[in-house]
């Protein structure tokens, strides 16, 4: 089993920055994905973003494209968001998901773990 610890959440007005920490630990794979998703109150959870833990290489979904910044830390099995820029519309309860799985996917269905969520909220 995997275990995923957000951190980091919490109120900010608008324009302004947060950054959310994600702390895995439990059993490890070789190869998977570390990824963000967000879900607003009756919306669906939607991708932000992903890094796949072997190659590095990062995903982002367009709405957060040139304000969120996915990162890594191999050696405390940790996930970083950065998020700059934030907008009311970035208001929703961020969950980070690991999939064991290598590439790119932006559904929540092929993530194997989940985190317990961090609530965002940004004001106007």
């Known amino acids: 089993q995997v275990q995923l610890v957000e951190s980091g959440g919490g109120l900010v007005q608008a324009g302004g920055s947060l950054r959310l920490s994600c702390a895995a630990s439990g059993r490890t794979f070789s190869r998977y994905v570390m990824g963000w998703f967000r879900q607003a109150p009756g919306k669906e959870r939607e991708f932000v973003a992903s890094?796949?833990?072997?190659?590095?290489?990062?995903y982002y979904a367009d709405s957060v494209k040139g304000r969120f910044i996915i990162s890594r830390d191999n050696a405390k099995n940790t996930v970083y968001l950065q998020m700059k820029g934030l907008k009311p519309e970035d208001t929703a309860l961020y969950y980070c998901?690991?999939?064991?799985?290598?590439?790119?996917?932006?559904?929540?269905?092929?993530?194997?773990?989940w985190g317990q969520g961090a609530q965002v909220t940004v004001s106007s």
């Open positions: 890094i796949s833990w072997s190659t590095g290489r990062t």
């Open positions: 998901a690991q999939g064991i799985f290598e590439g790119k996917s932006l559904d929540p269905d092929r993530y194997d773990y």
